[in-house]
């Protein structure tokens, strides 16, 4: 048991989690702990001294979690809640110490000392108190949560130690900061210290403000809208929509195309790129141009080919009369296709006049051989590009033929009939013939690279096919190609053509009955050799 001097004085001692009482004050508070409601019940009298905890997340604090300098406190009202939570109205009297520990259990006791202010002919007409009453007018007026008569009220007060609480009370002063303040019994420092804290908190909502308003004149509309998308998908996220965005659709489609690692490695650059960007921005589009070409791409993707000679045989019959070398080489071509899957095809070049089926017969050859077909037009064709693709730093920027041919056909392996190969120009924007080297060279094919994908493509599995009325072309490329004459055909060639395939073409395309219509095999005859001289059946048709 502790004894007290007879001059000594016992008092409940409520700790405060995240307050701190200045004397002068009167605040509500809620009492819900234990050891505070004991503390309410087994006072005496209306006075407990309050102390503010060091740490609010202590929730049985004992007398080494408060400070030591506090307020006493007297209560005016007690009210039990319907939770049994006890609210209580209090007044701060004056600074107290604590001096003595008494005990913890079941509430909080100590003995304490009232602390007296340190004056010293200090007033409230000193320049330090103006310049504090000046900088809470100015406080006032930047939070704007407070009575407009507050700062009317303050500067008619004539005690400073009084100013100076009730503006340390209407502050939004950290915990540690109004604790400083209520332990400087020193008036003058204590005026001193508030106006330095107030100043402080003056220049940093003024900092956030004028921070705001650049900001906010800085964004543009697109910066605006990507902000709202970016908060319009994390709500769905939130809410589990199951929609999935755009770059999750990107990353699944690269997880199921047969992509090689360098390829997967640069789609996921672009696509980290891309998510870093405003959706509305003309860089973003350009990524997402990029993404949707290369991911649309036939990757890998085989069509299965046709491995009978005798369905090739038929449908190569029955759409072309005679050419029978070239049948020939097109039924090696299917039996190295039917041995082999990894041959490397030679080019067939097909060199004759207008009009003698050369583009047709691509046409067929690729169906006799179960090949998709691809027909790239190369006719004055003077830009590299066409070929090799353009650069993605230009306006405009695509892939080249190659590329968008192998897109259309959906498949890695059709044939790609090189028409009109030549009729290709040179100009100031490069060599075309030169970048088809490339294309059609077996050893390097697989390896192809288009500016636009800076990616490499395997061609190697594509059956190239070119068509041309003459043969201006460079050595180097000339020497790629397995060159097919078809100089044309004999009267008696072109009357069976006419008959097993130009004049039921006809028929058909004008929707006419074998019975309305005949033509006698002079007639035909008559048709080709005065009115038709040529070398193909164009004319003839």
């Known amino acids: 048991e502790i004894h007290l001097d007879k001059s000594e004085r016992s008092i409940a001692v409520i700790p405060l989690k995240n307050s701190v009482m200045i004397p002068g004050s009167v605040l509500p508070i809620f009492i819900g702990r234990k050891i505070s409601a004991k503390a309410i019940e087994y006072k005496k009298g209306k006075e407990v001294v309050f102390l503010t905890q060091k740490d609010p997340l202590v929730e049985s604090p004992t007398f080494d979690d408060l400070y030591k300098i ?4 007297e209560i005016a009202y007690v009210f039990e809640l319907s939770d049994g939570t006890l609210k209580i109205f209090v007044e701060g009297k004056k600074r107290v110490k604590i001096k003595k520990e008494l005990k913890t259990d079941p509430f ?98 003024e900092l956030e403000d004028k921070i705001r308003k650049r900001i906010k004149k800085q964004v543009a509309k697109t910066q605006r809208d990507y902000i709202l998308q970016e908060q319009i998908k994390a709500i769905q996220k939130e809410l589990n929509s199951g929609e999935e965005n755009e770059i999750s659709n990107y990353k699944k489609k690269i997880k199921t195309l047969k992509l090689s690692k360098e390829a997967k490695e640069k789609l996921n650059q672009e696509i980290k790129k891309l ?59 299917l039996a190295l296709q039917k041995r082999s899957k990894s041959v490397k095809n030679s080019v067939l070049c097909f060199l004759g006049p207008p009009g003698v089926g050369k ?46 041919g192998l897109k259309k056909a959906n498949f890695s392996n059709p044939l790609v009939l090189l028409d009109e190969i030549g009729s290709i120009n040179y100009s100031y924007r490069g060599d075309p013939a030169s970048a088809l080297l490339e294309v059609l060279d077996p050893e390097q094919n697989s390896h192809f690279q288009d500016h636009y994908l800076e990616l490499e493509y395997d061609l190697s599995d594509c059956m190239f096919i ?20 078809l100089s044309g055909y004999t009267e008696q060639e072109k009357v069976k053509i006419a008959e097993k395939h130009l004049i039921p073409k006809q028929k058909e395309l004008h929707h006419l009955k074998n019975d309305e219509i005949t033509f006698s095999e002079g007639s035909i005859e008559e048709v080709i050799r005065k009115h038709t001289r040529e070398a193909g059946v164009r004319n003839t048709q």
């Open 70 to 73: 506090g307020t006493l406190g």
């Open 108 to 205: 909080l006791e100590a003995t304490f000392e009232i602390l007296q202010e340190e004056k010293n002919e200090f007033k409230s007409e000193s320049i330090s108190i103006r310049s504090l009453i000046k900088s809470f007018g100015q406080y006032l007026k930047i939070v704007g949560q407070y009575p407009s008569d507050l700062l009317v009220s303050i500067s008619s007060m004539s005690d400073a130690g009084r100013i100076s609480d009730i503006i340390t009370e209407n502050t939004f002063l950290k915990l540690h900061q109004k604790q400083e303040i209520l332990e400087e019994l020193n008036l003058e420092k204590r005026v001193n210290l508030i106006n330095q804290l107030i100043e402080s908190e003056i220049e940093a909502v």
């Open 275 to 333: 998510s870093t960007m405003s959706p509305l921005s003309s860089e973003a589009s350009i990524v997402r141009n990029y993404l949707e070409v290369v991911l649309e791409l036939p990757w890998n993707k085989k069509q299965k080919l046709n491995e009978s000679f005798r369905k090739a045989k038929k449908i190569l019959d029955n759409n072309h009369y005679g050419l029978e070398k070239i049948k020939e080489i097109i039924f090696e071509l």
């Open 359 to 404: 583009t047709s017969l691509a046409k067929n050859i690729a169906e006799a051989m179960g090949r998709s077909f691809v027909r790239i037009p190369l006719g004055g064709v003077q830009d590299e590009a066409e070929i090799r693709g353009h650069r993605r730093t230009y306006v405009g920027a695509m892939p080249g033929k190659i590329i968008q």
């Open 466 to 485: 070119a068509t041309a009325n003459e043969l201006n072309l460079p050595p180097a490329l000339l020497d790629r190609l397995d060159v097919i004459n």
